[in-house]
């Protein structure tokens, strides 16, 4: 079986290859690179809709589309479904200094896959919770991973890519996806 996976972020394409290569070895994941302007929405679900809706009419094959954000609680949800905008403008730096007066420093981040078999679109969610570290801190990953800390744990995301792999928003909504593909 073969899907492609329309993205224009490279690294969300690396981490769902690993994911495959481990648990679904037999499936054929492409990387379809796929640019257009996403819907203006608070609701990740509404955007990858949207965007499966907009990829299938373009490449007409089996796909899935994938879109994320980061919701900080102290930040009223911001950045939300405008995190690739916000890391472009202020980047983590700017995600410090908005927050270098809050105590509460929770926030979660949330993935959304949306699938296009052909004949309809399905949804899958998954949920990462966790904080905003005090310092950028890690190498490893990309956008907000060297602020971002699992809950529970010490290290960000950007510090151990293992965590990431294990807990993350990305790691748990393919893992969604890929029960779902099975049946
Ligand atoms: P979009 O899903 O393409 O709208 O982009 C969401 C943005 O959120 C990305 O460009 C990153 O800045 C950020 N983001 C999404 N997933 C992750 C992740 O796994 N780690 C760190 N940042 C992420």
Known sequence: MEILFATSNKHKFEEAKSFFGNARPALKLTHQPFDYSEIR??????????????????????????????????????????????MKKIGNIGILRL????????????????????????????????????????VDGFGYDPIFIPQGEQKTFAQSIQLKNKLSHRY????????????
């Open 99 to 138: 927050m270098s007066d809050s105590t509460d420093r929770t926030a979660k981040f949330v993935s959304c896959i949306a699938y296009h078999d052909g004949k309809k679109i399905s949804t899958f969610i998954g949920t990462c919770e966790g904080s905003i570290a005090i310092k950028i801190s890690g």
């Open 172 to 183: 748990k909504v393919l893992l969604k996806f890929c029960e779902y593909l099975h049946d």
């Open 41 to 86: 929405s608070d609701n990740v679900e509404e955007i990858a809709k949207d965007a499966a809706a907009a990829a299938y009419k373009q490449f007409k094959k089996p796909l899935f589309v994938e879109d994320s954000g980061l919701f900080i609680n102290s930040l009223n949800d911001f950045p939300g479904t405008f995190s690739a905008w916000t």
